[in-house]
């Protein structure tokens, strides 16, 4: 067993150096969900480069390697997103975004740099036995990437007996994770609502059905499902993120429809049950007060994010091995989606959180001023590598 103090892993100047321009290449060359043609380019060419089998074009943009070394059977797989976000970047960098609308906001370039170091470093090591396989992912922001995968045959093609994801986590040191078993990610469900009443001039109300005012009611009752009615010792989100009704350039005009969209979240299946009824049993009950129509619709997107317990102490090892500042076993989880749980649905999984430095300057995902900390780099490569020999440790002779 190799000691946390001699490891034989450590990343060589030039390779970080090369691993450091490579992700800062990808933060400037952004691409969104099922468009990362020149990312998954790059990431292919150096998994090929490296000596791994590469398979391309699952989920469109998804890139596959596999590197097999010994005689072991045993297979994993390890999971990088590629796709950045629908916004633009503010920070003035050397190598900030250089498309318009568009940035890395959530790290995916640091994570695909990761992976591709471990890799690299796997190939020359070699000090495992069995099957990894690097699993380049697109579309994680919301358009289905890892659903799209699996259905196109992901773990058909590629059996895995287990899987793995990292992000990144502001406010933890970049010598330090989190890995906790048990949820992480809460699901990721969208609701949809249309009122519809009956349309008249402003000065009139009484002659219409007025179902801007009984989507006020709504929205004032809405966090009731939460306050009152879901256990309070049940985490769960209902958030109004969208509504749209009448014109600002007719100001006179009571509208015959208002459309409401949203977010819920939950980590239990019995709460996610519970806010796909009630927000439609609030919506339906208030219609009916104000004798308009109405029309539901609740979209599961993204399962929640649970950690199988075997597959997290595999984790929770290797961490220990890698990380100077130490690893965090009471990290709480998250009300964020990540359809990483796609993966994990039917495979023993864990997801785990790799430190990103202080959450201070912009430093918060999804912030027009966000940047993945390169001084993560070396433990977030060290890591996936003690796992992978951890996991698929060679027998002795």
């Known amino acids: 067993?190799?000691?946390?103090?001699?490891?034989?892993?450590?990343?060589?100047?030039?390779?970080?150096?090369?691993?450091?321009?490579?992700?800062?290449d990808f933060h400037a060359h952004p691409e969104l969900g099922f468009e990362e043609h020149r990312t998954s380019d790059i990431v292919a060419g150096l998994l090929s480069e490296a000596g791994l089998s590469v398979h391309r074009g699952l989920g469109k943009t998804g890139v596959v390697g596999t590197l097999s070394c010994g005689n072991g059977a045993a297979a994993i797989?390890?999971?990088?997103?590629?796709?950045?976000?629908?916004?633009?970047?503010?920070?003035?960098?050397?190598?900030?975004?250089?498309?318009?609308?568009?940035?890395?906001?959530?790290?995916?370039?640091?994570?695909?740099?990761?992976?591709?170091?471990?890799?690299?470093q796997l190939a020359k090591t070699r000090n495992f036995s069995g099957t990894v396989h690097f699993i380049f992912q697109p579309a994680e922001e919301g358009r289905g990437g890892a659903k799209r995968m699996i259905d196109e045959g992901l773990f058909t093609k590629f059996p895995?007996?287990?899987?793995?994801?990292?992000?990144?986590?502001?406010?933890?040191?970049?010598?330090?994770m989190a890995v906790v078993a048990g949820p992480q990610l809460a699901c990721s469900d969208s609701w949809k609502i249309t009122m519809t009443g009956v349309g008249t001039h402003g000065a009139k109300p009484h002659l219409g059905r007025d179902a801007i005012t009984a989507c006020g009611h709504f929205l004032a009752a809405l966090q009731t499902i939460v306050?009152?009615?879901v256990d309070p010792l049940q985490p769960a989100v209902v958030s109004a993120c969208s509504v749209h009704a009448g014109d600002p350039n007719a100001l006179n005009v009571i509208p015959d429809f208002v459309e409401i969209g949203g977010t819920a979240r939950a980590y239990a299946p019995h709460v996610r049950d519970q806010l796909e009824l009630e927000i439609g049993r609030l919506a339906s009950g208030i219609a009916s007060m104000f004798g308009i129509e109405v029309a539901y619709d609740y979209i599961r997107r993204i399962p929640p994010v649970v950690n199988n317990p075997a597959a997290a102490a595999q984790a929770l090892d290797a961490a220990r091995d890698v990380c100077q500042a130490g690893v965090r076993t009471d990290f709480p989880p998250s009300t964020a989606g990540d359809d990483f749980a796609f993966f994990s649905q039917d495979i023993p999984g864990a997801y785990v959180w790799l430190g990103n430095g202080p959450a201070v300057n912009g430093a918060l995902h999804h912030n027009t001023a966000y940047d993945f900390n390169d001084a993560s780099i070396p433990t977030g490569?060290?890591?996936?590598?003690?796992?992978?020999?951890?996991?698929?440790?060679?027998?002795?002779?």
Request: charged share 25%; with cysteine.
């Open 77 to 120: 797989g390890l999971r990088a997103d590629m796709d950045a976000l629908a916004m633009p970047e503010t920070a003035n960098r050397p190598y900030m975004s250089r498309v318009d609308g568009k940035m890395h906001a959530c790290g995916h370039d640091g994570h695909t740099t990761l992976l591709i170091g471990a890799a690299r």
């Open 227 to 229: 306050g009152r009615i």
């Open 160 to 176: 895995c007996d287990a899987v793995y994801g990292l992000h990144n986590m502001p406010g933890l040191q970049t010598d330090e």
């Open 1 to 24: 067993m190799f000691s946390k103090l001699h490891l034989p892993n450590e990343l060589a100047p030039n390779e970080l150096e090369f691993l450091t321009n490579l992700r800062r």
């Open 381 to 397: 490569v060290n890591f996936w590598v003690r796992l992978v020999e951890r996991h698929l440790e060679p027998k002795a002779a």
